[in-house]
């Protein structure tokens, strides 16, 4: 039928249920995207790892999860010049400050607009995945 859906919500949950695929905004702007069984076991930016740790009904996907807690504020100027989640990131660097970070590929389908991927840990701390795909 070649029929496409686009369901906007911030229940990550009920995404994980809903949705083949998972874009994760943030002030606007998408900051990951991918298969929702790569983005919920391998959250791979920043902020979608934050987010991702503290959803408790996810437990069914990911077991023993360290809780990330953000700090900083978001900016409301919108006055940015580099990365949109700059005053929120534990893994920022001096050039995160000026360049707005590109989409980088992790998977076939899973893309991240981070400039340091290298230094920010592949999927949550104390992960458990289990096997069983979040969507049927
Ligand atoms: S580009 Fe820099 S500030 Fe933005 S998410 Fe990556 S590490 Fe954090």
Do not use: W
């Not at 702007?29 to 503290?54: C, D, F, M």
């Not at 005053?87 to 590929?105: A, G, L, M, T, V």
Request: net charge negative.
């Amino acid at each position: 039928m070649g029929l496409t859906m686009m369901f906007i919500t911030h229940d990550l949950t009920t995404a994980s249920y809903m949705c083949d695929r998972i874009a994760v905004m943030y002030q606007g702007e998408i900051v990951e995207i991918g298969t929702t069984q790569e983005v919920i076991n391998y959250p791979s930016h920043p902020y979608t790892r934050a987010l991702v740790s503290v959803v408790t009904d996810l437990n069914h996907f990911i077991d023993n999860r360290e809780r990330i807690i953000l700090d900083g504020e978001v900016d409301a100027t919108m006055e940015k010049k580099g990365c949109i989640f700059v005053n929120r990131c534990p893994f920022k660097e001096e050039h995160c400050e000026h360049h707005s970070p590109d989409f980088i590929q992790k998977e076939e389908n899973h893309f991240v607009a981070c400039s340091c991927l290298d230094k920010v840990p592949a999927g949550l701390p104390k992960e458990q995945i289990f096997d069983k795909k979040p969507v049927s």
